[in-house]
């Protein structure tokens, strides 16, 4: 199913009400890498960024942010939120090209928003975005169900698409985390192998 994302932006914020994808506090997994000094200041972009707060906290915390999204409403979103310096990007992340790759990527709920599909063109890109050594921090959603979006992003299919020869997965997961959707996403550090 193809979502016209702008169309939800614009008919949720019509109704003074909010997507149910988007949180209204940081995800814990990502205060928890800040606290636990996992995600330290650094070039950093947000694909799919939608609305999210996250962004606009690391930027407040020193990062060099980049935010990504192909809807106007969102990216709009971010402008006003973001401080100067940080970066705004509109555009389809399939046809677009950062001038130099990042030291990280926040992948969160944009996995799990593109259709499954495109998801192997996705992943080659953020190998592709990130340094070597440059980490993705990613929340893979568990959904448990068929279909989407969010599509289901469970453990096994997320080994087969980020292989070991491309990306060194940590020995142990942390704990999932709950989603406002009621479902869970499980965090997971990835580094980018040369
Ligand atoms: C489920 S929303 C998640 C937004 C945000 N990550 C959050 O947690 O609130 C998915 C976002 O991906 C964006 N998106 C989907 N396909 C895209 C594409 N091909 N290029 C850029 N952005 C895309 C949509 O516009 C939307 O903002």
């Given at each position: 199913m193809t ?14 009400a909010?997507?149910g994808?988007e ?5 814990p997994a990502?205060?928890?890498w800040?606290g636990g000094g996992a ?5 950093i972009?947000v694909?799919c ?10 930027a407040q915390?020193?990062?060099d942010?980049?935010?990504?999204d192909n809807?106007p409403s969102a990216?709009?979103?971010q402008q006003a939120?973001?401080?100067?310096g ?7 992340l399939?046809a677009?090209?950062p001038a130099?790759?990042f030291?990280?990527?926040y992948d969160?709920?944009a996995l799990?928003a593109l259709?499954?599909e ?11 975005w990130l340094?070597p050594?440059?980490?993705l ?9 068929a ?5 289901d992003?469970?453990?096994d299919?997320?080994?087969?698409l980020f292989?070991g020869?491309?990306w ?6 942390e704990?999932?985390?709950?989603h ?5 996403e ?6 980018r192998?040369p």
């Open positions: 979502v016209d994302w702008e169309a939800v932006y614009q008919r949720e914020q019509a109704a003074g909010r997507p994808w949180r209204t506090e940081a995800n990502l205060l928890s800040r995600m330290t200041p650094c070039r972009l694909p960024a939608g609305r999210s707060v996250e962004p606009a906290l690391l915390d020193g990062f942010v980049t935010v990504l809807a990216i709009a979103a939120v973001l401080p100067a940080a970066w705004t990007v509109l555009a389809d399939f677009w090209e130099q790759p030291d990280a990527i969160q709920t799990c259709p499954p495109l998801l192997d063109a996705y992943v080659a890109r953020l190998h592709r340094v050594g440059g980490r921090f990613a929340l893979f959603m568990q959904t448990g169900r279909g989407g979006p969010p599509f992003c469970p453990l299919r997320m080994r087969g292989p020869h491309d060194l997965w940590p020995d142990m997961l704990v999932s985390v709950a406002p959707t009621g479902m869970r499980q965090p997971a550090i990835l580094t192998q």
